[in-house]
Every structure is written in C-alpha cells, then in structure tokens.
C-alpha cells in the first residue's frame, strides 16, 4: 500500500484498503474557521449534538477577516467564541493567530502518520507533515467533530519524483507553478492522493514543503503527502501535542500515475490572469506595471517567505505608486521576522504589514483591488475577481518574484535585479 493507504487503513481499523473502497474512518483531528466555523456549530444545533468527540482534538481558527472588517464578521467571530466556549473547544486561535493550515502543523496538531479533517480547501497543505489531511465542507467537518468519524473514498496515488537541486532564484512556488501547468486545473489530479518525494526532496526546508502541498488542492487532489525524514522529525519534536507513528509507502505500493520532475530544469514562473493553471515564465512577463505586490498567504507567508523578501529588498525601496503588503502567516512567523529584523527591513522599504491571517487573499479586505489595477501576489488563486474588482488583474510567483516587481514596479525576474545572485538565498 501506499502511504495514504496504510494511513486510511489504519483509521479504518483494516489491514487493507485499496483505490475506490468506501471506508469509515477515526480522524485525529478536526480543524474549522471564520465563517465555515459558524456554520459547523449551526450544523451540529441543527443535529441536536451538544458534546464534541474529544474537546483537545477539534480546533477553530479566527483568520479568513482577521481582525473583523465589519459588524456582520464581528458577530461571527463573536457567536464561535461563544459556541467555543460553551462546547468547551481546547483550541481556539483567535484574531491574530494565524492562517489555520499554518498554525494546526505549527501547534503540533498534524503529526506525522494521521488523518485529519479540516474545514478549508487548502487542507491538504498539512500533508506535508506525513499525515492524510482532508479538506471537506461544514456538514462533514460538524460530524466529524461530533462522531470523531468520516467516510471517505479511497483515493488512487498519483507518486511524483523531484531529482536534483532548485538553482538560485527558483523556489518550491515554482514547482508548484510547473505542476500546476502539467496537470492542469481539475484534469488528471482529480480526487488523487499526490504523494511527493524523490531524491530532491531532502533539500527542502518544511517551509517550502507546504508551499508544495498546498497547490494540490487546486489541481483537483483529494490530499498530498510528503513522507517524514529528518528535516519533519526536527520540526514536529518540540511541537507535538500527542504521541504520532510516521508511516511510509511500501517499496512495492501501486501508483496509478508517476511523474518526474528535474529541479535544476526549472525558471521562475507566474500563474498569469484568469486562471491558476494559465502559466508562464516570469522573464516572459517581465515588465507590465503592477499596483500591488502581496506576500502572504496559506501558500506563501512563511518564515522563509518573508526572510527572502527582505533579502531582496534590502537596501533598495519600493517603487512609487506600490502598495507593497506583507502578510504573516501566523504569529508565530510574524515573531520570528520581527526578531530577526525582517518586518523592519520591509517597513524601511516602504512595506505595510499587516497582522497574521489570510489577508487580502480572497479580496475582501486588507488591500481590495480596483477596476483596472494589477497585483502580483504570492498566494494560490487568481480568478477574475478574486481579490476585488472584476476588472482586476492578479498574477501569482514566489516571494521573490513578487518582492523584485515590488521594488521596480513592473513584474519582474528576481535573477534580474542587480547584485540579487548573493541574495537568493531562498532555494539554499
Ligand atoms: C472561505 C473558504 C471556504 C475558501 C476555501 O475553502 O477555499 C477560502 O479559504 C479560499 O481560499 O477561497
Ligand atoms: S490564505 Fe487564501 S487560500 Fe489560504 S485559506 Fe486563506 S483565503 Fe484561503
């Protein structure tokens, strides 16, 4: 079996368990947020259920509107306050907290070898731990954290193989960007486990293994998985809130499907508007005016991110007419950039930064755009209007790519800037 496999088996009470069977799974964790929280506690008043499955093990975040942009946003997070408390909810990470796919794995909440059932669709960015996380809506997740089950069906496991080394100024953006191309926007991920590794994969930081997991989601994938090595153990050790077993695939697992992909091949490249899957390099794009750069997101926002802005911009300012906004993805990543100076590097730049959550992600606050406008952003979507005006245009690279543009203006090729080889520091 597979890892995914042997993770749904074990969660299944099965010894076996193979592509296309339904099963009845125990989950180790439940995750909701903002307005889908609401609607989990509405789900389970309407189910008449008035107990959690386990209190510890169903978590809430406060980060989609974070802090409140309106009276109607307030009274949601205040009515999940109010269920949280009255359902005795352990974890609650309120306004300022963090994006939840970046705080559950940070909290210790996703551990190598379980199944986990979150509320958002970018659920499978927490698979990059090791573990079988699943994204479902509000009607699945409410069951779930009441019953502490789910059924799922098993899905067949497209391996992909990453060789080699990313050269300086490509990032895990990138790959994920180059995937997106391969596979196209819900075509041959469709309901698989993407399950990543190769020879490649033990030079990458745990920060840009989320960025990878993340994109499946947008491929189509029921869940993405990288297998734990040291570089998982070192990040899991002092974080974990229960004891996990990390489990691997078996040498002789079936893959429906199996792709290899050569790092060192690769360039720094943008989804271009409308579309995620509407891919192509940055040097091809290089040069059209932007309005707005944005590093943040559940894609994007983390520690690494930010430290490889900072790198890039130090020095230098960004350029007028920018709204250059900088997003933490967690409190945890905005403490960490602030001690190590980078908030200050970025602010001194011309920056904003913006309190920890999903920020102008899905255009609703923290920097709407406007008929007309261009954004580059690190994030994952760029649907016409997805952050703002219909008229608007989004494209999305990696922090570097956006922090370069930001600083010319224009979008541009991080490579490109004068003196950048000495501070791409990202990819080492
Ligand atoms: C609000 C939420 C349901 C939504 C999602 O699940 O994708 C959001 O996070 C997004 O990125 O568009
Ligand atoms: S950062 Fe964006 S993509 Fe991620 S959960 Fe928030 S709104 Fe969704």
């Not at 989990?40 to 975040?61: I, K, M, Q, W, Y």
């Not at 989004?394 to 224009?410: C, I, K, M, N």
Request: aromatic fraction near 4%; charged fraction near 20%.
């Amino acid at each position: 079996m597979t890892i995914t496999e042997k993770i749904l088996a074990r969660a299944a009470g099965l010894d076996r368990v193979q592509p296309g069977q339904f099963l009845d799974c125990k989950v180790d964790q439940v995750a909701s947020m903002d307005l889908q929280g609401k609607l989990v506690f509405n789900t389970l008043d309407s189910l008449g259920s008035d107990a959690l499955f386990d209190t510890g093990r169903v978590a809430f975040t406060l980060d989609h509107h974070s802090p409140a942009h309106s009276v109607a946003i307030a009274d949601v997070h205040a009515a999940i306050r109010k269920a949280a408390k009255k359902f005795e909810v352990k974890n609650l990470f309120d306004v300022g907290s963090g994006i939840m796919h970046v705080v559950m794995p940070e909290r210790g909440l996703v551990l190598p070898g379980e199944l986990v059932i979150m509320n958002e669709s970018h659920t499978p960015t927490g698979g990059a731990i090791g573990a079988v996380v699943i994204g479902v809506g509000q009607t699945d997740a409410a069951v779930a954290a009441a019953l502490g089950e789910i059924w799922l069906v098993v899905p067949a496991t497209l391996r992909i193989n990453l060789h080699g080394a990313l050269r300086p100024g490509v990032t895990t953006k990138d790959v994920a960007l180059h995937l997106m191309k391969l596979l196209g926007y819900e075509r041959r991920a469709i309901y698989r486990a993407i399950e990543i590794g190769g020879p490649g994969m033990a030079g990458l930081s745990m920060d840009a293994r989320f960025t990878l997991t993340n994109y499946c989601s947008d491929m189509g994938a029921k869940s993405a998985i990288i297998e734990a090595d040291a570089v998982t153990l070192a990040y899991v050790k002092d974080r974990a809130q229960r004891p996990f077993t990390p489990v691997y695939s078996d040498p002789d697992c079936r893959y429906e499907d199996v792709l290899d992909v050569d790092l060192g091949a690769l360039e720094p490249l943008l989804a271009c508007p409308h579309a995620l899957d509407n891919i192509h390099s940055v040097a091809s794009q290089a040069g059209k005016a932007i309005h707005e750069a944005v590093i943040g997101t559940c894609t994007n926002g983390r520690f690494e991110d930010i430290a490889a802005a900072a790198s890039i911009v130090q020095g230098r300012s960004v350029a007028p007419g920018v709204r250059f906004i900088v997003v933490p993805s967690s409190r945890e990543v905005y403490q960490r950039a602030m001690k190590a100076g980078h908030l200050a590097t970025l602010t001194d730049a011309g920056a904003l930064v913006f309190p920890p959550g999903c920020g102008p992600c899905m255009g609703e606050h923290s920097g709407v755009l406007g008929a007309g406008e261009v954004c580059i952003s690190s994030g994952n979507r760029n649907m016409k209007g997805r952050m703002g005006s219909a008229e608007s245009f989004v494209y999305l690279g990696s922090p570097e790519t956006v922090a370069a543009s930001a600083l010319q203006g224009v979008i541009t090729d991080p490579r490109t800037l004068q003196g950048a080889s000495k501070e791409l520091t990202h990819a080492d």
